[in-house]
């Protein structure tokens, strides 16, 4: 089975964009851990899961919006006991979710992933950093 990863270096050798789904911030019960990742195709299947039901359904049709747009997305949920218990879910806490578009024709963006897979082949570990800058609306592939 492939890593989210290996996943995305396929995506980008067939230049196909995509939506990066990664939860921000978690607070009390949530379906996953901050840092999950979840892929949203143009065709909205996925690779992956933030946590299923419908916190994930919702955020697959956000994602129509940063297909549209190619701008990112930062939208709060919470999973309250009420609410949580007439989903069918047993999660009271909340989650912040980034909703990211990643454009194959961003030269910086592709680089910046070609980087870190090549750092995961060789068993080295390293952090990417997506800095969400004020009054902007866009993610790009820039790297300091």
Avoid: H, W
Avoid at 57 to 71: Q, T
Avoid at 123 to 141: A, M, S
């Amino acid at each position: 089975m492939k890593d989210i990863y290996e996943i995305i270096e396929d995506l980008i050798y067939e230049q196909e964009d995509f939506v990066l789904a990664t939860i921000l911030e978690k607070s009390g019960s949530a379906p996953r851990e901050q840092g999950t990742k979840m892929i949203i195709k143009r065709d909205f299947s996925i690779e992956g899961t933030i946590g299923g039901g419908i916190f994930e359904a919702v955020s697959i049709k956000l994602s129509s919006k940063v297909f549209e747009n190619k701008e990112f997305i930062v939208k709060d949920f919470s999973f309250s006991n009420e609410g949580a218990a007439a989903l069918g879910s047993v999660c009271g806490g909340s989650v912040k979710l980034l909703l990211e578009y990643i454009d194959c024709s961003d030269t910086f963006m592709i680089e910046t992933y070609k980087k870190a897979m090549s750092l995961k082949k060789k068993g080295t570990d390293f952090v990417l950093v997506t800095e969400i800058r004020p009054n902007t609306k866009y993610i790009n592939g820039v790297d300091k």
